[in-house]
């Protein structure tokens, strides 16, 4: 069966210790791999997507890679302001447009 | 630019009774609609997607069900709500393209009593 998961599920990190978030997935014909950011309450936010395995895309402190089989959620220098959960999605044949979530990391950053 | 509008933002309603959340987008037509659900600690569940007015595949049997009576305007509903039916609802839309992102509203937390 198709799935998406991802690890941890919470992470705590002092200001400016860098770490990754990781997504793993079991898919066929992947199609796309998009990570969301939620702040409590909110709708998810829409932060990258990748294509094909080698990808890589940036956005101030994030950097989101794709191999075949996952992808990581690099943050570097974290400030208290990332603090979030982090939720990865991928789209693949078979699912047509519809994108399958995975659980999410609370990522915490403490000043 | 597009907007998506979804409420309320919060509801509290007792066993049994019934539901409706609304959602519109503005700025686009014909896109593709979603109703997610996202319990505590979860990741999100589709429930219901739309490419078209009175068009909607279901996902999850439930309790729920969903309408589409004009182009931009996603509703869920039940007749009787219970309580397995508490959760933080999204409604989402996106272009219809492959490939495309979801751009999600932002939510009702449903507690049901």
């Known amino acids: 069966e198709d799935q998406v998961t991802q690890s941890p599920e919470a992470l705590r990190l002092q200001e400016g210790e860098s770490s990754s978030l990781n997504c793993s997935y079991t898919v066929s014909g992947l199609r796309g791999l998009f990570w969301y950011r939620q702040d409590p309450g909110k709708g998810p936010e829409f932060l990258f997507t990748?294509?094909?395995a080698g990808e890589e895309k940036e956005k101030e402190r994030l950097k989101a890679t794709l191999t075949k089989k996952e992808s990581f959620l690099h943050i570097t220098a974290p400030k208290p302001e990332d603090s979030a959960t982090y939720l990865c999605?991928?789209?693949?044949?078979?699912?047509?447009?519809?994108?399958?979530f995975g659980a999410g990391t609370i990522l915490r950053v403490k000043s | 630019s597009q907007t998506i509008h979804q409420w309320p933002a919060t509801l509290v309603q007792p066993v049994g009774s019934p539901l409706s959340l609304e959602c519109t987008v503005e700025g686009t037509s014909n896109p593709n609609l979603y109703w997610y659900r996202q319990a505590a600690g979860r990741g999100l569940q589709l429930l219901f997607y739309?490419?078209?007015?009175?068009?909607i595949s279901s996902e999850v049997p439930q309790n729920l069900s969903a309408s589409r009576p004009q182009d931009r305007q996603f509703i869920l509903s039940s007749k009787k709500l219970l309580l397995s039916d508490s959760g933080f609802y999204l409604c989402a839309w996106s272009p219809g393209q492959l490939r495309e992102k979801l751009f999600f509203g932002s939510g009702t937390q449903l507690s049901v009593l």
């Open positions: 739309s490419v078209g007015i009175g068009q």
């Open positions: 999605a991928v789209q693949a044949s078979g699912y047509g447009n519809k994108l399958v």
């Open positions: 990748l294509y094909s």
